[in-house]
Every structure is written in structure tokens, then in C-alpha cells.
């Protein structure tokens, strides 16, 4: 199973900045999409970038020019780097990921898999 590991939420104040990392781990896999997802408070959770296996981009429109996704796929990691956080950008932050996995060295089949949420606030 793969897993997902978010890291680097946290308060930060109107126009601040911050990086979320997500790293995955789990055996022997390769990953094809990724993106990052927000749940605010009372909200259903959104898209808010994703990034294809060749680096190509997609955001939602009140993030773009402020987000950039990145990916490290030698260190299965994928990035977001925030700036101009604005108040309405407070949520969990999740990211997901999809691709194959492999069991002793033959294809295993298919995952799709959401880490555990990291927490921002912007403060206004």
C-alpha cells in the first residue's frame, strides 16, 4: 500500500507564504498523477493543483500566479509552494496520488491514495 505524508502546514499571515511537502513511501511503485486538494470548514474538498508524470500543470483559477506544484519524482515527493496566502486559502490541505504498484517485481495492480491532511490558517 502506498502511503502519503503531508508535512509543512501551519498560521501564517495575510501575504505570508508556506511550502506543503508530500512524500510517499511504501514498496515498489511508480506514480503517474498528483494534485493537492483543500477542505475548508463547512466545505466540500476541492481540486486546487495537479501535476501530471511530465510536469505538466493545472490549477484552479483564485490560486493561480500565487501556488506553484512542483514534483521530485527521484524523491516521490510533491511539493506546493503558497504565496500571497489569503484568508480564504485556510483548510487541510490534502494531497493524492495515483499510479501502479509491483510485487516481486511483477505489476500488482492500480492505487489511488490520500494522505492525512495538514492544517493551514491565514490570518488576515
Known amino acids: 500500500q502506498v502511503q502519503l505524508v503531508e508535512s509543512g502546514g501551519g498560521l501564517v499571515q495575510a501575504g505570508g507564504s508556506l511550502r506543503l511537502s508530500c512524500a510517499a513511501s511504501?514498496?515498489?511503485?511508480?506514480?503517474?498523477?498528483m494534485g493537492w486538494y483543500r477542505q475548508a470548514p463547512g466545505k466540500q474538498r476541492e481540486l486546487v493543483a495537479q501535476?501530471?508524470?511530465?510536469?505538466?500543470?493545472n490549477y484552479i483559477d483564485s490560486v493561480k500566479g500565487r501556488f506553484t506544484i512542483s514534483r521530485d519524482n527521484a524523491k516521490n515527493t510533491l511539493y506546493l509552494q503558497m504565496d500571497s496566502l489569503k484568508p480564504e486559502d485556510t483548510g487541510v490541505y490534502y494531497c493524492?496520488?495515483?499510479?501502479?504498484?509491483?510485487?516481486?517485481?511483477?505489476?500488482?495492480?492500480?492505487?489511488?491514495?490520500w494522505g492525512q491532511g495538514t492544517q493551514v490558517t491565514v490570518s488576515s
Open positions: 493524492n496520488a495515483d499510479g501502479r504498484y509491483y510485487r516481486g517485481g511483477y505489476y500488482g495492480g492500480q492505487f489511488n491514495s
Open positions: 511504501g514498496g515498489a511503485f511508480s506514480i503517474n498523477g
Open positions: 501535476i501530471t508524470s511530465g510536469g505538466t500543470t
